[in-house]
């Protein structure tokens, strides 16, 4: 028997749905996205206990304090894990091949206690890397103000 066999059939009806998705990035991240287009990388720090947070947040993990204080950190930092991509999600939602794997790099900004995903620019990549941030203050939309990171000089 074919598994579908003698069930009953639920009609379906196709409608047209391709929306585009806009939303609040919040007050921090607004920050933070304004900081890269004058070419700066600011990083958010908890004042009770010192945490700086980078990519920025509200609210300290550690200790729930407002981490309200702002500081400008150095585009240099080091490489603490990374994976390769060989897929990419395409604009209907579906993922399509690239054209060779894509490093995707977690990096600790020099002076912050968290790390930040982005892509690597460039061949090699390594655990205790250093690098440095690519930014891209043109940037249409602000999820590519950060284009990357590629290998410190
Ligand atoms: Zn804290």
Known sequence: MAPNEGQSR????SIPFNPVFGWSVGNWME???????????LASRCPACGRVYLP???????????AEEWVELPETGTVETF???????????????IDGPEIIA?????????????RLEGGGVSVGMRVKAVLDPSAENVLDLL???RAAE
């Open 147 to 149: 284009a990357g990171y």
């Open 106 to 118: 977690m990096v600790k900004h020099d002076g912050a206690d968290t790390c930040i995903a982005a």
């Open 31 to 41: 920050q933070f996205f304004d900081g890269m287009k004058e070419g700066k990388i």
């Open 83 to 97: 994976t390769e991509a060989h897929v990419k999600l395409a604009p209907n939602g579906t993922f399509e091949d």
């Open 56 to 66: 920025p947040r509200m609210i300290c993990e550690r200790c729930f304090a407002k």
């Open 10 to 13: 639920v009609p379906r009806a």
